[in-house]
């Protein structure tokens, strides 16, 4: 009998689950006392590692002071306050703001909407086409269900937004063609440093700087969704960073607080910020019951301290290249076709005969958890992963790929 429990992106008819009950850094235990190694950091976001004491100190700390209390018009509070002045001064988008939310779907949403209403504040109310690329995750609201490019994941759920559009993901002469198509009309670009949930598929420098260059031409606001990438997953703060490229906005979600607390929300440079304040009469009607949440935010201070503080930016980089060195190894001799990624995110690249699934299910028979998408197994541990649990998820990979045909 299936529980009463509705999981995310599984059948609802499953039955079996592993039950996971505690972790300690990069390690895992399910509920019968079997060992894992945890080589996807949950879900692309458990930067600092699992079970971390002080985390939960902070957080109980502020909720035996304040749990919180609501951030709508006259109310803040000093969490909410001094993650805002934090997040901005890490991020490389030059005398920002900081909107707060729940998650990484609702940052998209967000970060879709004050495009939207920036541009209409800025005197351009015919500028509401929002453009995304194929392959792109940008969670599973509304508005970022209709700027996905995974097209799986649009079946069954009616109407989507209105003017939004895909293209190919790695063409910027097709981003050209279809920005010229809508001249005049176009809010922002949307776009992924590194694909993730399509499949752990990096951009260029050159193509991310293309977009730029076409969205400063046609007046639209780039938007760099950086829900995977910020906080250090590439071996800088925010994945703007890495690739020498500065969107209009930012959104992020996992890494700000490595999962110990739900929290979103959206870096926003000057040209969004400046139309929305330049009318004293306008008023931001949009937001969360829990944007601000002050124990959240004690979570993701304490996170980003911990960062910091462990050096965690420059680990990726270890991390990132020791992964990397492995799966090159595999490719080199046939056991898997290729690799992609860039900072500590990694995939590898399967033959057609290999199944994603099965080898991921093979891997956690062995104690080793990794993510299963179409034609890869993606790989972004905890940055606090040692090199002997590196090399222990990479040769579970490799016997686990060798196996499956």
């Known amino acids: 009998m299936t529980g009463k429990f509705l999981h995310s992106f599984a059948k609802p008819s499953s039955e079996s689950f592993v039950n996971i009950v505690r972790g300690d850094m990069a390690r895992l235990w399910d509920d019968a006392?079997?060992?894992?190694?945890?080589?996807?950091?949950?879900?692309?976001?458990?930067?600092?590692?699992?079970?971390?004491?002080?985390?939960?100190?902070?957080?109980?700390?502020?909720?035996?002071?304040?749990?919180?209390?609501?951030?709508?018009?006259?109310?803040?509070?000093?969490?909410?306050?001094?993650?805002?002045?934090r997040i901005a001064g890490l991020s490389p988008i030059s005398d920002a703001r900081v909107f707060l939310c729940g998650s990484g779907s609702e940052a998209i949403d967000t970060a879709m909407k004050l495009a939207r209403v920036a541009q209409i504040q800025a005197g351009h109310p015919e500028r509401g086409v929002i453009i995304a690329r194929d392959r792109g995750y940008h969670?599973?609201?509304?508005?970022?269900?209709?700027?996905?490019?995974?097209?799986?994941?649009?079946?069954?759920?009616?109407?989507?937004?209105?003017?939004?559009?895909?293209?190919?993901?790695?063409?910027?002469?097709?981003?050209?063609?279809?920005?010229?198509?809508?001249?005049?009309?176009?809010?922002?670009?949307?776009?992924?440093?590194?694909?993730?949930?399509?499949?752990?598929?990096?951009?260029?420098?050159?193509?991310?700087?293309?977009?730029?260059?076409?969205?400063?031409?046609h007046g639209a606001l780039l938007v760099f969704d950086e829900v995977i990438?910020?906080?250090?997953?590439?071996?800088?703060?925010?994945?703007?960073?890495?690739?020498?490229?500065?969107?209009?906005?930012?959104?992020?979600?996992?890494?700000?607080?490595?999962?110990?607390?739900?929290?979103?929300?959206?870096?926003?440079?000057?040209?969004?910020?400046?139309?929305?304040?330049?009318?004293?009469?306008?008023?931001?009607?949009?937001?969360?019951?829990?944007?601000?949440?002050?124990?959240?935010?004690?979570?993701?201070?304490?996170?980003?301290?911990?960062?910091?503080?462990?050096?965690?930016?420059?680990r990726a980089r270890h991390v990132g290249a020791r992964i990397e060195a492995g799966l090159a190894a595999l490719a080199s001799d046939g056991t898997i076709a290729g690799l992609r990624g860039a900072g500590a995110i990694w995939a590898g690249i399967l033959h057609p005969h290999q199944d994603a699934t099965v080898i991921r299910d093979a891997m956690i028979r062995e104690g080793v958890i990794a993510r299963s998408i179409p034609g890869c197994n993606a790989f972004c541990p905890p940055l606090v992963i040692t090199d002997a649990e590196i090399d222990e998820v990479l040769d579970t990979f490799a016997r686990c790929a060798s196996r499956a045909g």
């Open 139 to 217: 969670g599973t609201n509304y508005g970022g269900t209709s700027a996905q490019g995974l097209p799986l994941n649009k079946v069954g759920y009616g109407q989507l937004l209105e003017g939004v559009v895909q293209v190919d993901a790695d063409d910027i002469e097709a981003m050209s063609v279809e920005m010229e198509r809508h001249r005049g009309r176009i809010a922002a670009v949307i776009a992924e440093p590194v694909q993730g949930a399509g499949g752990v598929w990096p951009a260029t420098t050159e193509y991310l700087a293309g977009l730029r260059r076409l969205c400063d031409s």
């Open 229 to 314: 990438t910020g906080f250090g997953r590439l071996g800088e703060w925010f994945g703007a960073q890495y690739y020498g490229v500065t969107p209009d906005l930012i959104t992020f979600a996992k890494g700000v607080t490595s999962g110990y607390q739900p929290l979103g929300g959206v870096i926003c440079g000057r040209r969004v910020v400046d139309a929305l304040e330049d009318d004293p009469s306008f008023f931001l009607r949009t937001g969360y019951t829990y944007s601000g949440h002050a124990t959240v935010c004690a979570a993701a201070l304490k996170n980003l301290e911990i960062i910091e503080r462990e050096g965690l930016i420059h």
């Open 33 to 85: 006392g079997t060992r894992y190694i945890d080589a996807i950091g949950s879900l692309w976001y458990c930067q600092i590692g699992h079970g971390r004491r002080e985390m939960a100190e902070a957080v109980a700390a502020q909720m035996s002071t304040l749990e919180t209390y609501s951030t709508f018009d006259p109310f803040t509070n000093p969490l909410a306050d001094a993650t805002a002045e």
